[in-house]
C-alpha cells in the first residue's frame, strides 16, 4: 500500500499532496516539512531509499524518492510494494504528466494542481496500484477532459473572458518570472513493463 | 501602484479562478496568510450564491488551500453540493475535494450515501469512476456497508476500466465492514482470471494485501497463483505473487520446496531487476522455512549470495541497499554464508550514503564473533567520531552497544575494554542514549564480578570530570551515566582506591544542577562512600580524619536538603540528621563505622526484568479478597485522632533515649536478618560462586592488563579502547605461540595420526581465551516461573477483523444487504397448515421490530449530532424542492391485498411500542393502531403503515397486511402502482414503471402476512395519494379465478415523520432562532384526557413530548428530510389549540390540519 504520495520543489513548496491516510492539516504539513529536511540533505547520487522511522506512524513505512530538476516526487509505502517497483512508477507517473502537459515543468503542476490530481488518480487509487500502462493512463486522461470540454470546462466562456481582461496590462504574468531551467529532464526510463 | 489599484477593484469584481488564486499567491509573498485570509472570505461569498459553476470553482480553490495546510473541512457541505452536480466537471471537483478533506470524523459524510450509489450506477463510466476514486479515501464503515453490494455489483461491469477500480476498492470497504469479505471473496477470486489484465493485476492487488495480513486464510489459493505466476508477463503482478509466496511459504514448506525452481528459473532469466529481487527475497524466505541441510539448498543459498553480492557491488546505490536490506534477512538462518562477505559489508560503511550505512550496520550485528569484535567495534568508533547527523550517530552508539551485548556478552573477551569503550562512548555531544550506556555499564559492573574493580576506578574518574558531562545543557541525555557512575561508586565503594577525592567530586555544588534523580542517587550513594571511608579510618585509627569527613558531610549535604526535587530533599535530610548523631556519637568517641557500614551490608544481585511477573500466584490466594474488612467510617474518626498524639508523644521520648541503641540495635538486627532469611523475595547475601574467581591465581598473574590499567586511569579524555586492541592482538598472539608449542610437543609424542587435521587447523573461536576468566551472572528469576511469552497482539489491529475464514460456505446471514422491498416471512408451499405457519409469521415480525427500534435508537444520537449540519442543508434542499415541484401531477396507480384475522394483535403490539418509545408514562392507553384500511373486498382485506426511513431522506417503507377472508387459496399477488412524478415505487433493478411487485408469499384460507414496500419521494411537504391495484389468483375446489382490487394508499404528512426525542434546551434554541414558520388551530368538542390526546398525537403522528405542564405540553418531530417541528399544544375546557412551528409552512399547514381531522373524531 502507498500511504501518501508528496510532490514539493526544491524549497520545500508542496506541489502535490496526496495522503491515503486521514491526518489533520498541521500533520500533514508537518510530515511535508520533516520529508522535506530528510530528502533534502541526501545528494542525487545516492540510493533512493530512505526510512522514515515513526514519521507516517509506522516503523514499516519507507520513503521512495526520485528528483528532477526542481521537483522531488516521494511515495511513502510500506513493505508490501516492491521499492524497485515504485521507482518506476514514479517515472511512470512523470512520464505521463510530461506527456499530458506537454514538456512538463514546475509551473504547469503549480497552475493545474487539479489537473495533476486527476491524472495521480488514474495512476493510484486509494493507496493501491491502478494502473502502470502510460499509454492506457493517457487515454483515460484525455478521455475525461474530452468530456470536460464539451460541458463547457470550468471556466466558461465568460469567466474567461473576465481573464483575459485582467491580464492586460498586468507585468506579472507568471510565465515570464524567471525561474531558471524549469524543464523537467527525463531520463532514460529502466525497463520495467 | 494605479495598475494595483486597478487589478484589485477587477478582481473584487469578478471571481477569481483557481490560477488567479495562484497567482495572488504568488504575488504576495510578504503577507501571504493575510491574502489568503482575505481569499477564504471570497470563497465563502461564492459558496452563498446559487450557481453551480461558481461553487465548484470556489470548491477546486479551497482544494489548492487545502494543500497548503489549511482547514477546509468547514466547507464540507458545499463540497457535497457539488459532488452531486449533474456536469462531470463539476462532480470531480467536488469528488476531488471530498477525497482530500473527508474522514471518518465528517458528520455530513452520511448525507453522500445517496448521491454516491446514484453516481456509481451513472451510464457515464468517468461518473462512476470519480465515484470510486473519491469512495476510496474516504469510506466510512456506514458507507462500506451501505454501498459494498453496489460496488460489487459493479466488479461484473462491462467496461474494464470500472471493473479494475471497483475491485479495488473493495479492498478499503473490506477493511471498513469485514462481514462483506466472505460474500463478495468468490467474485473476487474470478477476477483473478479476468480477461483484463488491469482488473487482474487489481486482483492480485487486493488479494496479496488481504493474505499479507492473514496468510493462513489464502493458502488454499496458492495454486492458482502459481498458474498466475507460471503464465503471467506482468512484472508488476509477477512481483506481486511472489511477494505473497514470501508471506505463505512459512505456513506451508511444502509451497515453499515446489517453488524453488520455478524461482531459480526467473532469477536467471529475467533482466527486470525488481523481478530479481523479489524473487531472490522469496527464495530466502523458502529457505528460512525449511529445514535446512539439503545438499541442493545450500546451492539456492550460493545463487542469492552471489545475485546479492552483485546488487551491493553495482554502482547504482538503489540496488546497493536492497542487497544489503535482502543480505540482513539471510543473515538470520545462513550467518555462515553471509559472514563471508563482510570485506564487502565494511566497506559499506564507509560509504557516503546514510542509508547504506545503516542497513551495512545492520548486517555487523550478525557477523561479529569473539575474534572481530574489537576490530568492528574500533571502527565503528572511528565512524562515531566522524559522524555528522546526530541520528546516525545515535544510530551507531546503539549499533555499539547492540553489538557488544548480544546474546549476554557472548563475544566480549575482555571486559576492560568494554568498559573503555562506554567511558569513550560518554564523550559523544548530544546523544539521546546516555540512559543505554548508563544501563551497560550497571549490568556490566553488577553481572561482572571481576571487573568491578576497574569499573569502579573508571566511574570514579567519570565523577571526578562530571563537570564536562553536565555542563553543557545540551549533552543532557549523557549525564545519565552519571547516575551509573555514582551508584557504581557507592554500591562498590570497598574497591575504590582514592575514596575520599571520589566523595569530594560528588559533594561539589555544580552537582546540584543535575536531574534530580541523578542527584537522589547521588546523595544516597555519597552515604554508601562516607562509611566505607569511615571504617576504614577508624580501622587505621585516624579519628581526626574520620571527624574531618563527617564534617565536611555536614557542611556540604545541606545544599541538598535545599532541592526542590522531593526525593533529593527527603533523602537529604534523612541521611544530614543520621550523619549528625553520627558526630555526636564521634565526639563521645564511640566506634561507629561497622554500625554505620552495616545499613548497606549485603549483595544486590541483578533479577530479570521480568521476574516479578513471573512469580506464580500461590494455589488458594485470592489477590482480590479483603485481608480484613474494611472498618466503617465512623469508627475510624473516633479512633484517628487519638492514635496521632499518642504515636508523636512515643516518638518523642524515643528520640531523648538514644542509649538503648548498642543492644537493641543489635538485637533488632538479628531478628531482621532472622526475618529476611525466611523471606522468599528477599535477595540474600550468600556467597555467590563467582566470587572465587576473584582469589584464582587465574586473573591476577596475566600482567598485561595490571600494567595497562594504571596507564590509562590517570589520563582523562585519553582514548584508550586502541591500547586495548593492540594489546588484545598481543595477547592472542602469545597464546598461540604456547599452544603451538604444545602442539609441537603432542606432534613429536604422536606423529602420523593427527598429523592432517592440525596442518587444516584455523584460529577457530573456541581457542580464543578471554583475558579475563570473567563469569557473567544470570539474571535471577523466581522458582517455578511461569514460562509465558508476553508478546500480546494488538488489539487495534485493523487487519484482525480480516482474519474470516473463506473457504466455508457462505451463509444466507452473510449476504450483503440489499435495498430491497422486505418481506417478513415468505409462505413456500400452499398446503402448509395454516395454525404453525400463523406462529412462524410472528415471531420475525417482532423481532424485526425489535430491530427496527433498536435502528432508531442509533439514528436518534446520530441525529441529534448532525442536527446542526442537516438544518442548514434542509433549509436549502427545500427551497430547490419549491421550484422545481411545484408542476408535479399525481398519478396513482393499484396494489394487492390480502386478510389479516390478526389486526386486533397488532394493534395490542403497536400501543406497548408507543408507551415504549417514552413519549409518557402514567395512565394506561387505549389500544391504538398505526394500521389503516387499504382496501378490502370479500377475498382479502389490506391494512397498512407508512414509515420513514431514517437512513434515507427521500425513502419511506409501506408495510401492507394482507389477511385472506376467504375460504380459498390466494396466490400470484402482485402489487402495483401508478407512480407520481413525485413519489415511486422502489422496483428491482431493470424493471418497468409499469411492472407490478410481486408479494413474497401465499395466503392460505385465514392467513395474515405483511409485506413491505419501499417508495421514494422528493417533496414531503404534501400529503399525497397513489393508486394501485393488487391482482391475485383464487384458487379452490372449483378452480382458480383471477381477481383484482384496486385502491388508493394515502401518504399522510405525518408519515413523513419521526418520533425524534428532543431536549428542552434545544428545542427552545430552535424556538429562538427565528427560523420557524408559524400557525396554529384550535379544535372544539375536546372530551378525551389531556393524557390521552398527547399520545393520540404521538402515536397516530409521530411526535415525541418535550416538556409537560399541567394542561399544556410542547411536542416535536422531525421529517426524514430533516424539517423541524415543534408544537405547543393547549387544552382548555373543552377545545384543544395547538401552535405549529416549523421549517416549511405547507408542510405545518398540512400536518395541522391532519391533526385537526384526528383529534375531530375524538
Given at each position: 500500500?502507498?500511504?501518501?504520495i508528496?510532490?514539493?520543489?526544491?524549497?520545500g513548496?508542496?506541489?502535490?499532496?496526496?495522503?491515503?491516510?486521514?491526518?489533520?492539516?498541521?500533520?500533514?504539513?508537518q510530515?511535508?516539512?520533516?520529508?522535506?529536511?530528510?530528502?533534502?540533505?541526501?545528494?542525487?547520487?545516492?540510493?533512493n531509499f530512505?526510512?522514515?522511522g515513526?514519521?507516517?506512524?509506522?516503523?514499516?513505512y519507507?520513503l521512495i524518492?526520485?528528483?528532477?530538476?526542481t521537483?522531488y516526487?516521494v511515495?511513502?509505502?510500506?513493505?508490501?510494494?516492491?521499492?524497485?517497483?515504485?521507482?518506476?512508477l514514479?517515472?511512470?507517473?512523470?512520464?505521463?504528466l510530461?506527456?499530458c502537459?506537454?514538456?512538463v515543468?514546475?509551473?504547469?503542476?503549480?497552475?493545474?494542481m487539479?489537473?495533476v490530481?486527476?491524472?495521480?488518480?488514474?495512476?493510484?487509487?486509494?493507496g493501491?496500484v491502478?494502473?502502470?500502462?502510460?499509454n492506457?493512463?493517457?487515454?483515460q486522461?484525455?478521455?475525461?477532459?474530452?468530456?470536460e470540454?464539451a460541458?463547457?470546462?470550468?471556466?466558461a466562456?465568460?469567466?474567461?473572458a473576465?481573464?483575459?481582461v485582467?491580464?492586460i496590462?498586468?507585468p506579472?504574468?507568471p510565465?515570464?518570472?524567471n525561474?531558471?531551467?524549469i524543464?523537467?529532464?527525463v531520463?532514460?526510463?529502466?525497463?520495467?513493463? | 501602484m494605479?495598475?494595483?489599484?486597478?487589478?484589485?477593484?477587477?478582481?473584487?469584481?469578478?471571481?477569481?479562478?483557481l490560477?488567479?488564486?495562484?497567482?495572488?499567491?504568488?504575488?504576495?509573498?510578504?503577507d501571504?496568510?493575510?491574502y489568503?485570509s482575505?481569499?477564504i472570505d471570497?470563497i465563502?461569498?461564492?459558496?452563498?450564491q446559487?450557481?453551480?459553476?461558481?461553487?465548484a470553482?470556489a470548491v477546486c480553490k479551497l482544494?489548492y488551500l487545502?494543500?497548503?495546510?489549511?482547514d477546509i473541512?468547514?466547507?464540507?457541505?458545499?463540497?457535497?453540493?457539488?459532488m452531486s452536480?449533474?456536469k462531470?466537471?463539476?462532480?470531480?471537483?467536488?469528488?476531488?475535494a471530498?477525497?482530500q478533506?473527508?474522514?471518518e470524523g465528517t458528520d455530513?459524510i452520511?448525507?453522500?450515501t445517496n448521491q454516491?450509489?446514484?453516481?456509481?450506477s451513472?451510464p457515464?463510466?468517468?461518473?462512476?469512476?470519480?465515484?470510486?476514486?473519491?469512495l476510496?479515501c474516504?469510506?466510512?464503515?456506514?458507507?462500506?456497508?451501505d454501498?459494498?453490494?453496489?460496488?460489487?455489483t459493479?466488479?461484473?461491469?462491462?467496461?474494464?476500466?470500472?471493473?479494475k477500480?471497483?475491485?479495488l476498492?473493495?479492498?478499503?470497504v473490506f477493511?471498513?465492514?469485514p462481514?462483506?469479505l466472505?460474500?463478495?471473496f468468490?467474485?473476487?477470486?474470478?477476477?483473478?482470471?479476468d480477461?483484463?489484465?488491469?482488473?487482474?493485476?487489481?486482483?492480485?492487488?487486493?488479494?496479496?494485501?488481504?493474505a499479507?495480513r492473514n496468510?493462513?486464510?489464502?493458502?488454499s489459493?496458492?495454486?492458482?497463483?502459481?498458474?498466475l505466476?507460471?503464465?503471467?508477463?506482468n512484472n508488476?503482478v509477477?512481483?506481486k505473487?511472489?511477494?505473497?509466496f514470501g508471506?505463505?511459504?512459512?505456513?506451508?514448506?511444502?509451497?515453499?520446496?515446489k517453488?524453488i525452481?520455478?524461482?531459480?528459473?526467473?532469477i536467471?532469466?529475467?533482466?527486470?531487476?525488481s523481478?530479481?529481487?523479489?524473487?531472490?527475497n522469496t527464495?530466502i524466505a523458502?529457505?528460512?522455512?525449511?529445514?535446512s541441510?539439503?545438499?541442493n539448498?545450500?546451492?539456492?543459498?550460493?545463487?542469492?549470495?552471489?545475485?546479492?553480492r552483485?546488487?551491493?557491488?553495482?554502482?547504482?546505490q538503489?540496488?546497493?541497499?536492497?542487497?544489503?536490506?535482502?543480505?540482513?534477512?539471510?543473515?538470520?538462518?545462513?550467518?555462515?554464508?553471509?559472514?563471508?562477505?563482510?570485506?564487502?559489508?565494511?566497506?559499506c560503511l564507509d560509504?557516503?550514503?546514510?542509508?547504506i550505512?545503516?542497513?551495512?550496520l545492520?548486517?555487523l550485528?550478525?557477523?561479529?564473533?569473539k575474534?572481530?569484535l574489537m576490530?568492528?567495534?574500533?571502527?565503528l568508533?572511528?565512524h562515531?567520531?566522524?559522524?555528522?547527523?546526530?541520528t546516525?550517530?545515535?544510530e551507531?552508539?546503539t549499533k555499539?552497544?547492540?553489538?557488544c551485548s548480544?546474546?549476554n556478552?557472548?563475544?566480549i573477551t575482555?571486559?576492560?575494554?568494554?568498559?573503555?569503550i562506554?567511558?569513550?562512548?560518554?564523550?559523544?555531544?548530544?546523544?539521546?542514549?546516555?540512559h543505554?550506556?548508563?544501563?551497560?555499564?550497571?549490568?556490566?559492573?553488577i553481572?561482572?564480578?571481576a571487573i568491578?574493580?576497574?569499573?569502579?576506578?573508571?566511574?570514579?574518574?567519570?565523577l571526578?570530570?562530571?563537570?564536562?558531562?553536565?555542563?553543557n545543557?545540551?549533552?543532557?541525555?549523557?549525564?545519565?551515566?552519571?547516575?551509573?557512575?555514582?551508584?557504581?561508586c557507592?554500591?562498590f565503594?570497598?574497591?575504590?582506591?582514592?575514596?575520599?577525592?571520589?566523595?569530594e567530586?560528588?559533594l561539589?555544588p555544580?552537582?546540584t544542577?543535575?536531574?534530580g534523580?541523578?542527584?537522589?542517587?547521588?546523595?544516597?550513594?555519597m552515604?554508601?562512600?562516607?562509611?566505607?571511608?569511615?571504617?576504614?579510618?577508624?580501622r587505621?585509627?585516624?579519628?581526626e580524619?574520620?571527624?574531618?569527613?563527617?564534617?565536611l558531610?555536614?557542611?556540604?549535604l545541606?545544599?541538598f536538603?535545599?532541592?526542590?526535587?522531593?526525593?533529593?530533599?527527603?533523602?537529604?535530610?534523612?541521611?544530614?540528621?543520621?550523619?549528625?548523631?553520627?558526630?555526636k556519637?564521634?565526639?563521645k568517641?564511640?566506634?561507629?563505622?561497622?554500625?554505620?557500614i552495616?545499613?548497606?551490608?549485603?549483595?544486590l544481585?541483578?533479577?530479570?526484568?521480568k521476574?516479578?511477573?513471573?512469580?506464580p500466584?500461590?494455589e488458594?490466594?485470592?489477590?482480590?479478597?479483603?485481608?480484613n474488612e474494611?472498618p466503617?467510617?465512623?469508627?475510624?474518626e473516633?479512633?484517628k485522632?487519638?492514635?496521632?498524639f499518642?504515636d508523636?508523644e512515643?516518638r518523642?521520648?524515643?528520640?531523648r533515649?538514644?542509649?538503648?541503641?548498642?543492644?537493641?540495635l543489635?538485637?533488632?538486627?538479628?531478628a531482621?536478618?532472622?526475618?529476611q532469611?525466611n523471606?522468599?523475595?528477599?535477595?540474600k547475601?550468600?556467597?555467590?560462586?563467582?566470587?572465587?574467581?576473584?582469589?584464582?591465581?587465574?586473573?591476577?598473574h596475566?600482567?598485561?592488563?595490571?600494567?595497562?590499567l594504571?596507564?590509562?586511569?590517570k589520563?582523562?579524555?585519553m582514548?584508550?579502547?586502541?591500547?586495548?586492541?593492540k594489546?588484545e592482538?598481543?595477547?592472542r598472539?602469545?597464546?598461540?605461540?604456547e599452544?603451538?608449542?604444545k602442539?609441537k610437543?603432542?606432534?613429536?609424542?604422536?606423529?602420523?595420526?593427527?598429523?592432517?587435521?592440525?596442518?587444516l587447523h584455523?584460529?577457530?573461536?573456541?581457542?580464543?581465551?578471554?583475558a579475563?576468566?570473567?563469569?557473567?551472572?544470570?539474571?535471577?528469576?523466581?522458582?517455578n516461573?511461569l514460562?509465558?511469552?508476553?508478546?500480546d497482539k494488538?488489539?487495534?489491529?485493523?487487519?484482525k477483523?480480516?482474519d474470516i475464514d473463506?473457504?466455508?460456505?457462505l451463509?444466507?446471514?452473510?449476504?450483503?444487504?440489499?435495498?430491497r422491498?422486505?418481506?417478513?416471512e415468505t409462505?413456500?408451499?400452499?398446503?402448509?397448515e395454516?395454525?404453525?405457519?400463523e406462529?412462524k409469521?410472528?415471531?420475525?415480525?417482532?423481532?424485526?421490530?425489535?430491530?427496527?427500534e433498536?435502528?432508531r435508537e442509533k439514528?436518534?444520537?446520530?441525529?441529534?449530532?448532525?442536527?446542526?449540519?442537516?438544518e442548514e442543508?434542509?433549509?436549502?434542499?427545500?427551497?430547490?424542492h419549491?421550484?422545481?415541484?411545484?408542476?408535479?401531477e399525481?398519478?396513482e396507480k393499484?396494489?394487492?391485498?390480502?386478510?389479516?384475522?390478526k389486526k386486533s394483535?397488532h394493534?395490542e403490539?403497536?400501543?406497548?411500542?408507543?408507551?415504549?418509545?417514552?413519549?409518557?408514562d402514567?395512565?394506561?392507553?387505549p389500544?391504538?393502531s398505526?394500521?389503516?384500511?387499504?382496501?378490502?373486498?370479500?377475498?382479502?382485506?389490506?391494512?397498512?403503515?407508512?414509515?420513514?426511513?431514517?437512513?434515507n431522506?427521500?425513502?419511506?417503507?409501506?408495510s401492507v397486511?394482507?389477511e385472506?377472508?376467504?375460504?380459498?387459496?390466494?396466490?400470484?399477488?402482485e402489487?402495483?402502482?401508478?407512480?407520481?412524478?413525485?413519489t415511486?415505487?422502489?422496483?428491482?433493478?431493470?424493471s418497468?414503471v409499469?411492472?407490478?411487485?410481486?408479494?413474497?408469499?401465499?395466503?392460505?384460507?385465514g392467513?395474515?402476512?405483511?409485506?413491505?414496500?419501499?417508495?421514494?419521494?422528493q417533496s414531503?411537504?404534501m400529503?399525497q395519494?397513489?393508486?394501485?391495484?393488487?391482482s391475485?389468483?383464487?384458487k379452490?375446489?372449483?378452480?382458480?379465478?383471477?381477481?383484482?382490487?384496486?385502491?388508493?394508499l394515502?401518504?399522510?404528512c405525518?408519515?413523513?415523520?419521526?418520533?425524534?426525542?428532543?431536549?428542552?434546551?434545544?428545542?427552545?434554541?430552535l424556538l429562538?432562532?427565528g427560523d420557524l414558520?408559524?400557525?396554529?388551530?384550535?379544535?372544539d368538542?375536546?372530551s378525551?384526557?389531556?393524557?390521552h390526546?398527547?399520545?393520540?398525537?404521538?402515536?397516530h403522528?409521530?411526535f415525541?413530548v418535550?416538556?409537560?405542564?399541567d394542561?399544556c405540553?410542547?411536542?416535536?418531530?422531525?421529517?426524514?428530510?430533516?424539517?423541524?417541528?415543534?408544537l405547543?399544544?393547549?387544552?382548555g375546557?373543552n377545545?384543544?389549540?395547538i401552535?405549529?412551528?416549523?421549517?416549511?409552512?405547507?408542510?405545518?399547514?398540512?400536518?395541522?390540519?391532519?391533526?385537526?381531522?384526528?383529534l375531530?373524531?375524538?
Open positions: 500500500m502507498i500511504n501518501a508528496l510532490v514539493f520543489n526544491n524549497h513548496k508542496p506541489r502535490l499532496v496526496r495522503f491515503y491516510q486521514h491526518l489533520a492539516e498541521e500533520v500533514q504539513q510530515i511535508i516539512r520533516e520529508t522535506f529536511h530528510l530528502v533534502l540533505k541526501r545528494d542525487d547520487h545516492i540510493c530512505l526510512e522514515c515513526s514519521l507516517f506512524g509506522g516503523s514499516d519507507k524518492y526520485r528528483h528532477y530538476a521537483l516526487f511515495f511513502c509505502v510500506d513493505s508490501s510494494e516492491s521499492e524497485l517497483g515504485i521507482l518506476d514514479i517515472q511512470v507517473f512523470v512520464e505521463t510530461d506527456k502537459f506537454e514538456n515543468c514546475e509551473l504547469d503542476l503549480i497552475f493545474h487539479d489537473k490530481h486527476h491524472i495521480l488518480q488514474e495512476v493510484v487509487i486509494g493501491m491502478l494502473e502502470t500502462n502510460m492506457e493512463i493517457v487515454a486522461v484525455e478521455a475525461q477532459s474530452k468530456l470540454k460541458e463547457g470546462g470550468l471556466s466562456a465568460p469567466s474567461r473576465v481573464s483575459a485582467k491580464n496590462n498586468l506579472e504574468i510565465r515570464n518570472i525561474i531558471g531551467d524543464n523537467i529532464k531520463p532514460n526510463l529502466s525497463q520495467f513493463m | 494605479a495598475l494595483k489599484m486597478v487589478k484589485g477593484s477587477i478582481d473584487r469584481m469578478f471571481d477569481k479562478n490560477q488567479d488564486l495562484v497567482r495572488g499567491i504568488r504575488n504576495h509573498k510578504e501571504e496568510a493575510k489568503i482575505q481569499c471570497e465563502k461569498q461564492e459558496l452563498k446559487d450557481n453551480i459553476a461558481v461553487k470553482n482544494t487545502q494543500m497548503l495546510g489549511y473541512s468547514w466547507a464540507a457541505f458545499n463540497i457535497i453540493e457539488v452536480a449533474s462531470f466537471t463539476f462532480k470531480r471537483i467536488g469528488y476531488l471530498a477525497s478533506c473527508f474522514h455530513v452520511m448525507l453522500t454516491i450509489r446514484k453516481d456509481l451513472s457515464n463510466q468517468y461518473d462512476t469512476g470519480v465515484a470510486l476514486t473519491g476510496s474516504f469510506v466510512t464503515p456506514d458507507l462500506a456497508r454501498l459494498a453490494n453496489d460496488i460489487m459493479l466488479m461484473s461491469h462491462t467496461k474494464p476500466y470500472i471493473r477500480k471497483a475491485v476498492i473493495m479492498y478499503k477493511l471498513k465492514y462481514e462483506s466472505r460474500p463478495a468468490p467474485r473476487l477470486k474470478e477476477k483473478l482470471e480477461p483484463d489484465p488491469g482488473v487482474q493485476s487489481a486482483a492480485v492487488n487486493v488479494i496479496c494485501e488481504l499479507r496468510p493462513k486464510n489464502y493458502l489459493l496458492a495454486p492458482l497463483f502459481f498458474k505466476m507460471t503464465s503471467s508477463t508488476w509477477l512481483i505473487i511472489i511477494k505473497l508471506a505463505l511459504t512459512p505456513l506451508e514448506p511444502r509451497l515453499g520446496k517453488l525452481e520455478p524461482l531459480t528459473n526467473l536467471h532469466s529475467t533482466s527486470a531487476m523481478l530479481l529481487y523479489e524473487c531472490v527464495v523458502v529457505l528460512i522455512s525449511l529445514s541441510g539439503m545438499p539448498h545450500s546451492a539456492s543459498i550460493q545463487l542469492c549470495v552471489q545475485k546479492l552483485i546488487l551491493i557491488e553495482d554502482s547504482d538503489n540496488l546497493k541497499y536492497l542487497g544489503l536490506l535482502a543480505m540482513s534477512k539471510i543473515l538470520k538462518t545462513h550467518p555462515k554464508s553471509v559472514q563471508s562477505h563482510k570485506d564487502l559489508i565494511l566497506q560509504d557516503k550514503d546514510e542509508s550505512r545503516l542497513r551495512a545492520d548486517l550485528y550478525g557477523m561479529v564473533s575474534k572481530n576490530e568492528i567495534v574500533k571502527k568508533m572511528i562515531v567520531d566522524k559522524a555528522e547527523g546526530t546516525y550517530r545515535d551507531l552508539l555499539i552497544i547492540d553489538i548480544q546474546s556478552y557472548q563475544y575482555n571486559f576492560e575494554w568494554y568498559i573503555s562506554l567511558v569513550e562512548l560518554t564523550r559523544l555531544e548530544g546523544t539521546r542514549h546516555g543505554l550506556i548508563a544501563a551497560q555499564m550497571l549490568d556490566v559492573a553481572r561482572v564480578k568491578r574493580k576497574f569499573a569502579v576506578s573508571q566511574m570514579a574518574m567519570l571526578d570530570n562530571a563537570h564536562l558531562i553536565a555542563s545543557t545540551q549533552r543532557n541525555g549523557i549525564c545519565e551515566v552519571l547516575y551509573a557512575a555514582a551508584w557504581i557507592g554500591e565503594s570497598e574497591h575504590l582506591e582514592e575514596a575520599n577525592q571520589t566523595l567530586a560528588m561539589r555544580k552537582v544542577t543535575l536531574p534523580h541523578i542527584q537522589a542517587v547521588y546523595v544516597q550513594n552515604v554508601k562512600l562516607y562509611a566505607s571511608i569511615l571504617q576504614q579510618k577508624e587505621s585509627g585516624e579519628k580524619g574520620a571527624q574531618e569527613i563527617t564534617q558531610m555536614i557542611e556540604r545541606p545544599q536538603v535545599q532541592s526542590a526535587d522531593l526525593e533529593v530533599q527527603e533523602r537529604a535530610s534523612c541521611i544530614l540528621q543520621l550523619i549528625k548523631y553520627i558526630q556519637l564521634q565526639i568517641e564511640v566506634p561507629v563505622a561497622e554500625e554505620v552495616a545499613l548497606f551490608a549485603g549483595e544481585n541483578p533479577v530479570a526484568p521476574a516479578q511477573k513471573k512469580v500466584v500461590p488458594g490466594l485470592d489477590l482480590d479478597a479483603w485481608i474494611p466503617s467510617d465512623s469508627e475510624s473516633d479512633e485522632p487519638k492514635t496521632i499518642h508523636e512515643q518523642h521520648s524515643r528520640h533515649q538514644p542509649e538503648i541503641d548498642e543492644e537493641e543489635a538485637r533488632r538486627r538479628e531482621r536478618k532472622q526475618e532469611a523471606n522468599p523475595f528477599y535477595i547475601s550468600s556467597p555467590s560462586p563467582q566470587k572465587r574467581y576473584q582469589d584464582t591465581p587465574g586473573v591476577e596475566i600482567p598485561v592488563v595490571q600494567i595497562d594504571s596507564v590509562p586511569l589520563v582523562p579524555g582514548p584508550m579502547s586502541d591500547q586495548y586492541v594489546l592482538e598481543e595477547r598472539h602469545k597464546q598461540k605461540l599452544k603451538d608449542k602442539k610437543k603432542q606432534k613429536k609424542e604422536k606423529r602420523g595420526k593427527h598429523h592432517r587435521h592440525n596442518s584455523t584460529e577457530s573461536e573456541e581457542d580464543i581465551a578471554p579475563h576468566h570473567v563469569d557473567i551472572i544470570t539474571e535471577e528469576m523466581p522458582e516461573a514460562p509465558s511469552d508476553e508478546d494488538d488489539p487495534n489491529d485493523p487487519y477483523a480480516l473463506l473457504d466455508k460456505p451463509a444466507d446471514s452473510e449476504k450483503l444487504p440489499v435495498q422491498h422486505r418481506n417478513v409462505l413456500k408451499s400452499p398446503d402448509s395454516a395454525p404453525l405457519v406462529k409469521s410472528k415471531k420475525p415480525k417482532k423481532k424485526e421490530k425489535k430491530h427496527k433498536k435502528e439514528g436518534k444520537k446520530k441525529e441529534k449530532e448532525k442536527k446542526v449540519v442537516e442543508e434542509e433549509k436549502k434542499k427545500s427551497s430547490k419549491k421550484k422545481k415541484k411545484h408542476k408535479k399525481k398519478d393499484s396494489k394487492d391485498k390480502k386478510k389479516s384475522k394483535h394493534s403490539e403497536e400501543t406497548t411500542e408507543s408507551v415504549q418509545n417514552g413519549t409518557l402514567d395512565e394506561p392507553l389500544p391504538m398505526s394500521y389503516r384500511l387499504l382496501a378490502e373486498n370479500p377475498y382479502i382485506k389490506m391494512t397498512y403503515d407508512i414509515q420513514g426511513n431514517l437512513q431522506d427521500s425513502q419511506v417503507t409501506v397486511i394482507f385472506n377472508k376467504s375460504t380459498s387459496f390466494l396466490k400470484s399477488m402489487l402495483n402502482v401508478l407512480d407520481s412524478l413525485n415511486k415505487m422502489l422496483r428491482p433493478e431493470g418497468s409499469h411492472d407490478g411487485i410481486p408479494v413474497p408469499f401465499q395466503l392460505p384460507p392467513i395474515s402476512n405483511e409485506a413491505q414496500f419501499v417508495f421514494t419521494l414531503i411537504v400529503a395519494k397513489l393508486k394501485g391495484t393488487l391475485f389468483i383464487v379452490n375446489d372449483e378452480g382458480s379465478t383471477h381477481e383484482k382490487l384496486d385502491f388508493k394515502h401518504f399522510s405525518a408519515s413523513y415523520l419521526i418520533t425524534t426525542p428532543c431536549y428542552s434546551d434545544a428545542f427552545a434554541k429562538e432562532s414558520h408559524m400557525s396554529s388551530i384550535k379544535v368538542g375536546i378525551i384526557s389531556f393524557q390526546l398527547l399520545a393520540k398525537i404521538c402515536f403522528h409521530h415525541s418535550v416538556e409537560r405542564v394542561s405540553a410542547s411536542m416535536y418531530s422531525r421529517s426524514i428530510q430533516g424539517h423541524h417541528v415543534c405547543l399544544v393547549k387544552k375546557e377545545s384543544v389549540s401552535d405549529g412551528k416549523c421549517n416549511d409552512s405547507t408542510l405545518l399547514s398540512n400536518l395541522l390540519d391532519e391533526m385537526k381531522e384526528t375531530s373524531k375524538c
